[in-house]
């Protein structure tokens, strides 16, 4: 039985690391986009096109006039959604 649970517990760590990477990687590119990161880098690209692939379906959810309310809204919405989905199956597996 200990090693049901053990199992258990460790497949639920993996889902709330997944989670709270997703959200890392989301607020990540909402931090670059608000402090204007140059999108010609690398790294900036990465983050950004993994974001939106994360947020495909939040990204545009919102339509304010600023283009910087869409995306802290949009992406938010998204990690915020991931680390509660996330956290909360973790969580029911652990019981």
């Given at each position: 039985?200990?090693?049901?649970?053990?199992?258990?517990?460790?497949?639920?760590?993996?889902?709330?690391?997944?989670?709270?990477?997703?959200?890392?990687?989301?607020?990540?590119?909402?931090?670059?986009?608000?402090?204007?990161?140059?999108r010609?880098?690398?790294?900036?690209?990465?983050?950004?096109?993994?974001?939106?692939w994360?947020?495909?379906?939040?990204?545009?959810?919102?339509?304010?006039?600023?283009?910087?309310?869409?995306?802290?809204?949009?992406?938010?919405?998204?990690?915020?959604?991931y680390?509660?989905?996330?956290?909360?199956?973790?969580?029911?597996?652990?019981?």
């Amino acid at each position: 039985m200990s090693r049901y649970h053990s199992g258990t517990n460790q497949a639920g760590r993996v889902i709330a690391v997944v989670a709270d990477v997703m959200a890392l990687i989301l607020g990540l590119w909402i931090l670059m986009y608000l402090l204007d990161a140059n999108r010609g880098n690398t790294l900036v690209e990465f983050v950004h096109d993994t974001a939106s692939w994360l947020a495909g379906w939040s990204h545009d959810l919102f339509t304010f006039d600023e283009a910087w309310a869409r995306v802290v809204a949009g992406y938010g919405l998204a990690a915020v959604v991931y680390l509660f989905i996330g956290h909360a199956i973790a969580g029911r597996m652990h019981r």
